[in-house]
């Protein structure tokens, strides 16, 4: 199956969510946030995984609540379509330069969610967003999905820094969720993620 459909209400936020990990990289977004749409619409693409994004938030008071919330109904979203890893590969790196910027992204899937984020915004942030809640995306994310990630990324551009590390974790995370034909059972020592 490899897909989820999530809708999450909260007195902030209103978000539908739909994901195919074995899709071929189409994307709806509509966050009321330009640049995390672009940025949410280069991680289907490169992911190649389908992804709906259907979102309102409280924007009058600023983008935290919103994007915040996107990653913890994408992390749930992923542990729900993933399912019990039976096959996956679980875990996968990417590299990714964009210019000046180069982002490096290492990903497991095994159910523990933990971020390193290493990467260094201007004061203004990145399409008016706040470098650090980049960072928080990507923690609500891994969090809420039961994944470790170690995402570095170098450069002097905001667009180029986040952008590189949207596609690197993207692409990671493409081979992480790939099926491996060798593998018939989850990849854990445990026998459970």
């Known amino acids: 199956m490899r897909q989820s459909e999530i809708h999450r209400t909260t007195k902030e936020t209103d978000i539908r969510l739909s994901l195919d990990l074995d899709g071929t990289g189409a994307g709806t977004?509509?966050?009321?946030?330009?640049?995390?749409?672009?940025?949410?619409?280069?991680?289907?693409?490169?992911g190649r995984m389908d992804l709906t994004v259907r979102a309102t938030g409280d924007?009058?008071?600023?983008?935290?609540?919103?994007?915040?919330?996107i990653g913890i109904v994408l992390g749930t979203?992923?542990?729900?379509?993933?399912?019990?890893?039976?096959?996956?590969?679980?875990?996968?790196?990417?590299?990714?330069?964009?210019?000046?910027?180069?982002a490096r992204v290492a990903l497991d899937l095994g159910g523990r969610g933990y971020l390193v984020f290493e990467a260094a915004f201007s004061p203004v942030g990145p399409g008016g967003i706040p470098g650090d809640l980049i960072?928080?995306?990507?923690?609500?994310?891994c969090s809420h999905a039961g994944i470790t990630a170690?995402?570095?990324?170098?450069?002097?551009?905001?667009?180029?820094?986040?952008?590189?590390?949207?596609?690197?974790?993207?692409?990671?995370?493409?081979?992480?969720?790939?099926?491996?034909?060798?593998?018939?059972?989850?990849p854990s020592t445990k026998g459970t993620l």
Request: hydrophobic share 45%; glycine share 6%.
């Open 29 to 46: 977004i509509e966050t009321g946030i330009p640049f995390f749409d672009h940025m949410l619409t280069s991680f289907a693409r490169h």
């Open 59 to 69: 924007l009058a008071v600023d983008a935290h609540h919103t994007i915040e919330d």
């Open 77 to 102: 979203a992923l542990t729900e379509a993933v399912g019990d890893g039976r096959g996956i590969t679980r875990f996968a790196d990417a590299a990714i330069p964009m210019d000046e910027a180069l």
């Open 135 to 141: 960072e928080h995306f990507f923690y609500s994310l």
């Open 150 to 186: 170690h995402i570095t990324v170098t450069g002097r551009n905001d667009h180029h820094i986040c952008e590189a590390a949207f596609k690197a974790f993207a692409r990671a995370l493409r081979a992480a969720v790939a099926v491996d034909p060798s593998i018939s059972d989850v």
